[in-house]
């Protein structure tokens, strides 16, 4: 089966720009996860979608990020204005059901430098 | 609150000994603890996980867990190290699934 989808694979933009990543998950995964992985960090948690509806996005700074599922499939998430401390790989994953105990499938991620 | 702490962040160990990356956590409920590996250029994957069922976790590529709740700890091992075990791991803890907490990752080189 094919994984997880992600484009583009590297964004070089300065700061103050706007950005878009977009993920494609596993065909029948009802869970989107999107994680922010900052160099020498473990990834984190943005933003969960359960079909098309966020499950949680408490890590989610809103004033400059956004992301939408809108036919609980294919998923966006934006940067608006970009920061210097944006600069992160940023990963998208999918589950079949979600919850605690589903496995989680990432995609090969989105490197993103704001210079 | 939820956390969790990788307490090496480089180990190495020499081909054909045993591996052990620790990892303890804190966590207001019963936790569902994962291992993640992430080689180079690739997407993390899946080891193990543990999800309230027996406290012996066995995973792929020969790889195993052990949760101790006394000790809060989620310790991954393996009997003899293999080359292509050089990677990133990473621990990651959830209680309501809502939220996926992963530790600051543990760099396992693997010596000939």
């Known amino acids: 089966e094919a994984g997880v989808a992600q484009s583009p694979r590297y964004k070089i933009i300065e700061k103050r720009q706007s950005v878009a990543f977009w993920c494609n998950p596993i065909?029948?995964?009802?869970?989107l996860y999107w994680y922010q992985q900052i160099l020498g960090q473990g990834p984190k948690l943005l933003i969960q979608?359960?079909?098309?509806?966020?499950?949680?996005d408490s890590q989610l700074p809103k004033d400059r990020f956004s992301a939408e599922r809108l036919k609980g499939v294919d998923s966006t998430l934006k940067i608006q204005p970009a920061k210097l401390e944006d600069s992160a790989v940023y990963l998208c994953?999918?589950?079949?059901?979600?919850?605690?105990?589903?496995?989680?499938?990432f995609g090969p991620g989105t490197r993103l430098t704001v210079t | 609150a939820q956390s969790v702490t990788q307490l090496d962040s480089h180990v190495s160990v020499s081909e054909g000994t045993p591996v052990l990356l620790r990892c303890n956590y804190s966590?207001?409920?019963?936790?569902?603890l994962f291992w993640y590996v992430q080689h180079p250029n690739k997407g993390l994957q899946l080891l193990l996980k543990?999800?309230?069922?027996?406290?012996l976790v066995k995973g792929i590529n020969g790889f195993e867990a052990e949760f101790k709740k006394s000790e809060t700890s989620f310790h991954l091992t393996k009997p003899s190290a293999h080359m292509s075990d050089a990677a990133e791991y990473f621990c990651?803890?959830?209680?309501?699934?809502?939220?996926?907490?992963f530790g600051t990752g543990t760099s396992l080189t693997v010596i000939p």
């Open positions: 994953a999918s589950s079949l059901r979600g919850g605690p105990a589903g496995e989680q499938y």
């Open positions: 990651v803890v959830s209680d309501t699934g809502n939220q996926f907490y």
């Open positions: 543990y999800t309230s069922a027996a406290t």
């Open positions: 966590s207001s409920y019963s936790p569902s």
């Open positions: 979608f359960q079909n098309n509806g966020v499950v949680d």
């Open positions: 065909s029948g995964h009802a869970t």
